[in-house]
């Protein structure tokens, strides 16, 4: 297995709602990392975790709260979003620092 | 890590070679030139990487300037689904390092 799953593709949520996004890779890669992407501009590092422990916080909002339950799984709680948080979320691992590799992302509507 | 330059937009004929450039003029020693591309609300794909020789895959070929401040990546037959967003990252591989995106160059193949 050579790739991240990102799951849902699509999710429309309110902006009082509480929902997760999914992701998965069974490489063994012990970094990985979550960027937001909004529609044509580059994507923005907002969290990396590097062997299960948070390592980076790009100053992303509370209101977006990682968690890494194991080397395999990168979840993203949301929980109270806004409007303006409507974007592509991307996911990404990597082996020792080396080239990244993304999952196709999930696709966020708050509304 | 070093920040890059690139061109917003390029665009190229169907078949024929395209050239896109990077300036990354604050590189250090221990940092890698790498490209990816992102078509369109997709994640975007690690294509090559190289320290300061000049590398060649299947899928394209990448010329890093002997003081290594610019590089660029050729697509010696560029096809239609070449079409994307192109993005130089200059990364180091150890210590926190930060996958920074800059905005990328958008490239479109004409036939």
């Known amino acids: 297995d050579t790739e991240v799953t990102q799951t849902p593709k699509h999710l429309v949520m309110g902006m009082t709602n509480k929902k997760s996004l999914k992701c998965e890779q069974h490489?063994?890669?012990?970094?990985m990392y979550w960027y937001k992407q909004k529609a044509k501009k580059p994507p923005e590092l907002m969290f990396v975790?590097?062997?299960?422990?948070?390592?980076i916080n790009e100053s992303v909002p509370s209101r977006f709260s990682p968690e890494c339950p194991n080397s395999s799984l990168l979840n993203l709680h949301l929980h109270a979003l806004q409007p303006e948080d409507s974007a592509l979320y991307l996911c990404?691992?990597?082996?020792?620092?080396?080239?990244?590799?993304f999952g196709s992302g999930t696709q966020l509507s708050v509304l | 890590d070093a920040k890059t330059t690139q061109p917003t937009s390029m665009d190229c004929a169907e078949g024929r070679a395209a050239n896109l450039p990077c300036n990354h003029s604050?590189?250090?020693?221990?940092?890698?030139v790498y490209w990816y591309r992102q078509i369109h609300s997709q994640g975007p794909q690690y294509i090559i990487h190289?320290?300061?020789n000049n590398e060649t895959n299947e899928m394209a070929s990448l010329i890093i300037t002997e003081d290594r401040k610019s590089s660029t990546l050729i697509l010696p037959h560029a096809t239609l689904r070449d079409t994307a967003v192109y993005y130089c990252?200059?990364?180091?591989?150890?210590?926190?390092?930060?996958?920074?995106f800059g905005r990328g160059t958008s490239l479109i193949v004409h036939p």
């Open positions: 190289g320290l300061k």
């Open positions: 990404a691992s990597s082996h020792n620092n080396e080239k990244l590799l």
């Open positions: 490489m063994g890669h012990r970094a």
């Open positions: 604050t590189i250090s020693g221990n940092e890698y």
């Open positions: 990252i200059v990364q180091s591989r150890g210590g926190s390092y930060i996958p920074t």
């Open positions: 975790y590097s062997y299960e422990k948070l390592s």
